[in-house]
């Protein structure tokens, strides 16, 4: 496996999608790569660190907005 | 539409904010996402007996997550808002059609991913299409590689952790954006992304790749060593 095919195939293996034998050979091509080894480090970190995010509090005019809207959209199915 | 009946078609107050805020560094309730997957279904079940309390918990429950998702996808306030509430409005009054199949919540990302995607075609109608086919190979092979040092995120406050990452993706492509948010800050499935956006399952794959090669790219100004913003 070479550079190219590695970074084709990072979103696989970080998603842990990745046929064993072609996870062997990234795993491999890795050990003696230390650019590639560093790129699919760091994409891992990029996700890692958005998947970890947390919504932000909703602002009380947009929550006061929504919760208006469906108490009416209630009332008018009721009706 | 339904966003302008609760301000009488005025312009919406909207507060002065600065940079557009909806990400943050840490997830310290992130566990709790599977015990809320435990009652869902009997909120659902509620819900559709016609129990409005049972409704309005699943809305307290999501609501930030489904507004920070129409956010991410819309990067525009107005747009998000009321791409929030039609979505919950339209899950409200379609609820009797909702399966059961997959959970609530998904079913619910998709109506909020189609609604924010319809308000950004609308305002972007020449910038953004999911149809097109991307470039080849050629631009994958990354630039700017530099140590990033062990745990790049904890040199940040949780703010400015915030802003960075707000700013990186709102400088990615709209069409690799929702593919990104799809997958990896709302964590649906390939086949359910692609099912979201009515697209194929190698094109989620192929973008959401290059999503994330082009936000390590961009996170790296920010997290190389030594390296400043």
Known sequence: MNCKSVIREISDYIDGALEPELKQELEQHMEHCEDCKMVVDQTKQTVDVFCDSEPIELPIDVKTRLHEALRRKISEKRQ | ?????????????????????????????????????????????????????????????????????????????????????????????????????????????????????????????????????????????????????PSPEQRFAQTEMRDILSDVIDKLEPDFRVVFVLRDIEELSTQETAKALGISVPAVKSRLLRARLKLRQKLNRYFRQGGTN
């Open chain 2, 1 to 149: 539409m339904l966003c302008v009946n609760f301000m009488d078609g005025k312009a919406r107050p909207w507060p002065v904010i600065g940079p557009i805020q909806l990400l943050s560094a840490t997830n310290p309730h992130r566990f709790l996402s599977s015990i809320a997957k435990e009652d869902e279904h009997l909120l659902v079940a509620a819900a559709k007996r016609g129990d409005a309390a049972a409704f309005e918990e699943l809305v307290n429950r999501y609501e930030r997550k489904i507004f920070r998702l129409t956010m991410n996808i819309t990067r525009n306030r107005e747009d998000a808002e009321d791409a929030m509430q039609d979505a919950f409005l339209k899950s409200y009054a379609h609820l009797k059609d909702f399966q059961e199949d997959s959970r609530f919540y998904t079913w619910l990302v998709r109506i909020a991913a189609n609604e924010a995607l319809m308000r950004l075609r609308k305002r972007r109608p020449n910038q953004f299409s999911l149809d097109e086919p991307i470039e080849g190979d050629e631009d994958l092979m990354p630039r700017e590689l530099e140590d990033w040092g």
